[in-house]
């Protein structure tokens, strides 16, 4: 719960906090930041200022959520993402300096689920972490209904299909009902869950006007 006492979106809708592991080298701002976030509704289950540290400390804690500075000490954030991005259930937002933004795609390419351009804004954090978890929990979902495909072409296929139907309902629920990202998402993974439908198909249907979300 923040100063205002509101609940943070991101956690309004679980039963337990999202448990987050902090990796900054500067003090100050991992100080700042781990307070922003415990005000906010988030656990901080674990520090550290060195990359080489992070392995261990997410094994150690299965957090929902590693916020991870690029560049550090020891090991540089890329390089320790890379190092945990196919640890289960565990999505990764990167800090990052404004001048480090040539720097996005490989951290994409490193497992990153979202970023923010330091100095950040308090108003950033919420959405930023949001986002990065509802996107690693789509990826998840998705490589759940593709793990019975063994063609890996046909994999490819139906995963870009997928995901274009997916980003397209999602923008139609965010549109309609000035949703955030995340929160269009849960609604189309609960639909899913609750008529045992696959992400697809409830895609498909919110595309064509065959359900209200």
């Known amino acids: 719960m923040n100063k205002e006492g509101k609940i943070s979106k991101v956690n309004s809708e679980l039963e337990e906090k999202i448990k987050i592991v902090l990796v900054e080298d500067e003090a100050i701002v991992r100080l700042d930041l781990k307070e922003i976030l415990e005000e906010e509704g988030f656990e901080v289950v674990g520090e550290a200022g060195r990359g080489d540290e992070v392995y261990d400390l997410v094994k150690e804690t299965s957090p929902d959520l590693v916020i991870l500075d690029i560049k550090m000490p020891g090991m540089d954030g890329l390089t320790a ?35 923010l351009v330091k100095p950040f804004q308090r108003d950033e954090i919420v959405p930023a972490i949001e986002i990065a978890i509802a996107r690693h929990q789509e990826i ?8 019975k495909v063994t ?8 995963r870009l299909e997928m995901r274009k139907s997916l980003d397209r309902a999602k923008g139609i629920l965010i549109d309609e009902n000035s949703l955030s990202e995340g929160e269009a998402f849960n609604r189309i993974r609960k639909y899913a869950m609750d008529n045992r439908l696959s992400m697809k198909e409830v895609s498909e249907k919110v595309i064509a006007g065959e359900v209200v979300l």
Request: avoid cysteine.
């Open 151 to 158: 063609d890996e072409k046909e994999k490819i296929t139906l």
């Open 81 to 115: 993402a890379k190092s945990i991005k196919d640890l289960p259930s565990t999505a990764i937002l990167f800090l990052t300096a404004f001048s480090q933004r040539d720097l996005i795609e490989e951290a994409r390419d490193a497992g990153a689920m979202g970023y």
């Open 140 to 147: 998840s979902m998705l490589e759940t209904e593709l793990s």
